[in-house]
């Protein structure tokens, strides 16, 4: 996966013909994410996949707003001598204050910090029997950093690390990559 969002990023910022496609304004874009689901007691995490919607609107070079929306497409499962556990994330929404650093007209970094909110279901099965289910909804302060990459007129590409919950006992973090567009 690593290697995948390096070529993506190199590709991204070797392509030719890229304008600037950042303005003050609003903006919308689409992610799709692997998430991690890391739990303190196990030695392995759960990655499923999932979609985010986001938009905002970015005040001037260096200071947004944004809100994001989600869903999970695929759940992960992991199996052992007692059972399989399986992870699935319901949804994720919340509201992020994103700092970015223009650095060239080709891409700005950023940081970005806010509240999620995450409704999950993990699934315990043994034997081909369901032994329990349980849904839960948390929610955490989030932090991460990404990158926005112009593309052309107003379309750009975005890779980001996001850690949306940081709990006692487990975290949920999410490499992404997405485009999006400014008005």
Do not use: H, W
């Amino acid at each position: 996966m690593k290697s995948i969002l390096a070529k993506a990023v190199l590709g991204t910022l070797l392509a030719g013909g890229c304008v600037a496609a950042y303005a003050a304004g609003p903006f919308v874009g689409l992610n799709y994410s692997q998430y991690e689901l890391d739990i303190d007691a196990a030695d392995e995490s759960l990655t499923p996949t999932g979609a985010t919607v986001r938009a905002g609107a970015e005040f001037n070079d260096l200071f947004a707003l944004e809100v994001r929306a989600g869903t999970g497409i695929e759940s992960d499962q992991r199996s052992s001598g007692l059972g399989t556990a399986e992870f699935e994330v319901d949804r994720l929404y919340g509201g992020y204050f994103r700092l970015s650093v223009p650095v060239a007209d080709l891409f700005r970094p950023y940081a970005i910090v806010g509240y999620s909110e995450s409704r999950g279901t993990t699934s315990i099965r043994s034997g081909g029997a369901l032994v329990s289910r349980s849904t839960d909804t948390v929610g955490d302060q989030s932090y991460g950093v990404g990158v926005d990459a112009s593309l052309a007129g107003a379309i750009g590409f975005n890779v980001e690390y996001m850690r949306y919950l940081d709990k006692d006992d487990y975290d949920l973090n999410a490499i992404s990559v997405g485009i999006r567009s400014g008005f």
